[in-house]
């Protein structure tokens, strides 16, 4: 018998992350021959294989959206109820449920060690925020969730601590990667390589919350100045990083990129990416630069980390301790990129291709 499943994603239409996620495991689900049906809102993909319903949203802030979304979501279910709802995004109900983001209060918690106690009381009293957070208990908690995929033990630690849930219902499966896609460019990554300086890699926006202050100041505290660091990403406050670089006297060492859409070259050039994250449920980096045969230098705070071992990475037990920073850095640069340990890296996270972990969901949805 063919199943049919109603997928709920708000957006389908940009190009980040989380969309081309939800792309993958939908056009993953129709080739497995189920009838799938899209409710999503604004405009989306006109080569889409499957049925799609999409609504628009007038509504002028974000609370406002995500109310018209979701009482659009419960009409359809209601006049057309299939025995899976998959959702995608915070919502209050749905049978299984993808909880890609992690989860909202423990965020909220986060946020504090960055933006202070005022701001993190502006969070608290704000509308969207407590809407959330309200969605979100809703929905772990709804009797009629059959199975919650979190993609870290770190994220089903923290839904487990908040909320009342039986944790059979929890499955922890891994981001995946394009591991056999990323062979051609991981094979050519010594013809873009400079072995003259070791080249440190921080990919990420919001860079107080990836903890870039607390990396540059670790950088600082290193006796060797055979480095360089390499930034992607944006912030609206790159300004203040730029200076804090140049008050460490680290200006000559450290380049601001700005956002790239083709992370590869960066990826062949560097010997280690970092990601001192405050929080990150998986941080998908940590994979693509695995897969890519980089050492990977993490905090604890991020999900991604539980795939890394000694051989292949060193976990930054507490980011308020610029030490411990500095001896991660100092073990990295022990560590230099050669073919044979790039090799070992990037074979540690085969398993992770994601043809592979796209399956755990479709078996652990249809079973």
């Given at each position: 018998m063919t199943e049919t499943i109603t997928l709920l994603k708000s957006e389908f239409s940009r190009l980040g992350g989380a969309e081309n996620y939800a792309r993958t495991l939908a056009n993953a689900f129709h080739k497995k021959g189920c009838n799938l049906r899209l409710l999503t809102s604004g405009p989306?993909?006109?080569?889409?294989?499957?049925?799609?319903?999409?609504t628009t949203l007038s509504a002028k802030t974000s609370l406002g959206k995500w109310n018209q979304f979701y009482s659009f979501c419960k009409r359809e279910i209601a006049t057309n109820p299939t025995s899976i709802t998959f959702g995608l995004d915070r919502s209050p109900y749905q049978t299984h449920l993808r909880a890609g983001s992690g989860v909202h209060r423990a965020f909220l918690e986060h946020r504090k060690m960055t933006e202070g106690s005022l701001k993190s009381f502006r969070h608290k009293i704000n509308p969207l925020h407590r809407m959330l957070l309200d969605t979100e208990k809703k929905a772990i908690e709804h009797p009629e969730l059959r199975r919650l995929f979190t993609n870290s033990h770190l994220v089903k630690r923290e839904i487990l601590s908040y909320y009342d849930i039986d944790q059979k219902k929890i499955s922890v499966i891994h981001n995946g990667v394009q591991w056999h896609e990323d062979e051609e460019s991981f094979n050519n990554w010594?013809?873009?390589?400079?072995?003259?300086?070791?080249?440190?890699?921080?990919?990420?926006?919001?860079?107080?919350?990836k903890g870039l202050a607390t990396f540059l100041k670790g950088l600082a505290l290193l006796p060797t100045k055979e480095w360089t660091l390499t930034i992607i990403g944006n912030d609206k406050k790159k300004k203040s990083f730029i200076s804090l670089a140049k008050r460490l006297g680290l200006e000559q060492q450290v380049r601001f990129c700005g956002p790239k859409k083709n992370l590869t070259p960066f990826f062949q050039a560097a010997d280690c990416l970092v990601i001192p994250s405050y929080y990150d449920p998986f941080a998908n980096v940590t994979i693509e630069a695995l897969s890519m045969g980089l050492f990977v230098i993490s905090s604890k705070n991020n999900g991604g980390s539980e795939v890394l071992c000694p051989n292949t990475g060193h976990i930054i037990e507490d980011l308020h301790a610029i030490e411990s920073m500095k001896e991660a850095l100092e073990i990295a640069l022990s560590r230099p990129k050669t073919p044979n340990q790039a090799k070992k890296i990037r074979s540690s996270v085969r398993h992770l291709d994601l043809s592979n972990q796209l399956e755990k969901y479709i078996e652990q949805t249809l079973c």
């Open positions: 989306y993909p006109d080569d889409l294989p499957f049925e799609v319903l999409s010594e013809n873009h390589y400079n072995s003259r300086n070791y080249d440190f890699l921080f990919i990420g926006h919001n860079f107080a919350r």
